[in-house]
């Protein structure tokens, strides 16, 4: 495979697993969340006068983070998963494409 192939490959697999990094990053941050929900419930719910609503608008601030974290790491999974997945379907075909030139005496020539 030439320079330019190879740069062209790495290129088109790297926007993908930029993409999928940068999600998963995001699905990180999401994943802070719930302790600072717990955090702050603990703080509220053990004041003299608990505010419940206040408590309730963490418990589903945490819930929808726990979600949103799910979803994005998935995804980010799944794009990192079929960026390598069609790497790996380039690389193969190229591979059968590069063996198919060799002459049949070439590979008698490794069997020794």
Avoid: K, Y
Wanted: charged letters at 15%; hydrophobic letters at 65%.
């Amino acid at each position: 495979m030439e320079t330019a192939a190879r740069l062209s490959l790495a290129r088109s697999v790297c926007v993908a697993l930029v993409a999928a990094v940068a999600v998963q990053a995001v699905a990180s941050l999401a994943e802070v969340v719930p302790l600072v929900a717990v955090a702050q419930l603990a703080r509220i719910l053990l004041a003299a006068h608990p505010d419940h609503a206040r408590a309730w608008s963490w418990v589903i601030a945490a819930a929808v983070a726990v979600a949103a974290r799910v979803v994005l790491a998935s995804v980010a999974l799944a794009v990192s998963h079929v960026a390598e997945n069609n790497l790996q379907s380039v690389i193969r075909r190229a591979l059968v494409e590069r063996l198919g030139r060799v002459p049949l005496g070439w590979f008698a020539g490794l069997a020794r």
